[in-house]
């Protein structure tokens, strides 16, 4: 406790507060922790949003540190500053865009430093950078454990990057229950024209829509789809929830196909559980995943997931029980799995509901938070 007899303060750096799984599992965790054990803030080494409004406990600050395009160094400056002046126990950086924030965090003198993997960059959607690789093991000696969210990611670190198990913690994220269910019946959606009735099967993905996210095999897929059955254009709709550049690559796409009525591309959208909750197909079709908060999302909605055969997507999605794994980049053998699902609707409940089995026994918030606790515990004893 601090001499105002207060919780130790958890300063949460990330590169920007908007909407992303990271994001979410970030303000899931805050949300959720008891108050009386840690207070938290965020620092967002570009800037925030409005999804900050998710927050719901009082006196979490944000601040931002503006970084410019390229190399700035007066961020560092900035961040050595806030650290001196907000004096927080431990600092928590997450993903390699704020790794580097570990070193003004130590010449800070903040005592205790930890980093979260979630998953990797754009720029290395394998893990196969030698230069990401070695940065992360020049850094390792400021941190106190490494918290990977999958297998998949907690292996490259003892594998690739080097670092000991004893300094590894593995945690997968919580999905909140409460916020994502399914429904028996789908009812109108406000600001989207579709129709939302059981003759209708809407196939839905949700997520930031740039490069590694590759939304566009979706498009493809779903136009693959329909070529191969032209009937399909009667029931079957898209919906892509997010924004970013590839958004007008995919409305293009789909005027170009004549088929752009058959979707709705809203961009950033704040009712994601009510939208989930239209959907009868949940669909990640990223190049690399750490472990996706949406896919958890669409498996507590009782939806059978289609994913890419990547990174911590195969943790979570038992194949041919609560959803089909593809290839990346195969939009071919993604519309084959998309018009598996579309043409048997038993197949579709049976694996949403497995699906929801499955978070309810492993991917529960509360065991996420705890296993959270622990760990700040266990590095502040």
């Known amino acids: ?63 931002e540190l503006h970084k410019k395009e390229g190399h700035d160094f007066g961020a560092y400056l900035r961040m050595y500053r806030l650290l001196k002046q907000i004096k927080p126990a431990i600092v928590h950086t997450r993903n390699l865009a704020a790794i580097e924030y570990q070193v003004p965090a130590w010449f800070a003198g903040v005592k205790h430093r930890i980093h979260g993997e979630h998953g990797w960059d ?90 590694v996210k590759d939304q566009l095999t979706l498009v493809r897929a779903f136009i693959r789809l329909l070529e191969k ?52 197909i949940f669909v990640l079709p990223s190049k690399a995943e750490g472990i996706s908060n949406t896919i958890l999302e669409a498996m507590a909605t009782g939806l059978p997931v289609v994913a890419t055969r990547v990174g911590g997507n195969t943790e979570l999605i038992d194949e041919g029980e609560t959803g089909l794994l593809v290839e990346k980049e195969n939009n071919e053998a993604m519309a084959n799995a998309l018009l598996d699902y579309v043409n048997d609707p038993v197949k579709r409940q049976r694996h949403g509901q497995q699906a929801l089995e499955k978070v309810q026994k492993q991917y529960s918030l509360q065991v996420m938070v705890d296993n959270y606790v622990a760990v700040y515990d266990a590095v502040s004893a």
């Open 1 to 63: 406790m601090s001499e105002l007899n207060e919780p130790p303060l958890i300063a949460h750096v990330i590169f920007s507060l908007g909407v992303g799984g990271l994001e979410n599992g970030v303000v899931n965790l805050i949300n959720t922790m008891p108050e009386e054990k840690y207070r938290h803030t965020i620092i967002c080494i570009k800037n925030s949003t409005d999804f900050c409004q998710r927050i719901k406990k009082q006196n979490v600050a944000i601040y």
């Open 122 to 211: 754009v720029f290395d959607p394998d893990g196969n950078n030698k230069k990401y690789q070695q940065l992360r093991r020049f850094l390792s000696p400021l941190i106190d454990k490494f918290i990977p969210l999958s297998q998949h990611l907690e292996d490259y670190l003892r594998d690739k990057v080097g670092i000991s198990s004893e300094k590894i913690v593995r945690i997968c994220n919580g999905v909140d229950t409460e916020k994502f269910y399914p429904v028996s019946q789908k009812t109108p959606l406000p600001g989207c024209d579709l129709s939302f009735n059981s003759e209708f099967i809407y196939i839905g993905s949700v997520g930031r829509m740039h490069g």
């Open 229 to 280: 059955q032209p009937e399909l254009k009667a029931n079957v709709r898209l919906i892509i929830i997010g924004d970013g550049p590839l958004r007008d690559q995919a409305i293009r796409l789909l005027e170009s196909k004549a088929v752009a009525e058959l979707a709705w591309l809203p961009g950033q959208r704040n009712d994601i559980a009510e939208i989930m909750r239209r959907l009868d």
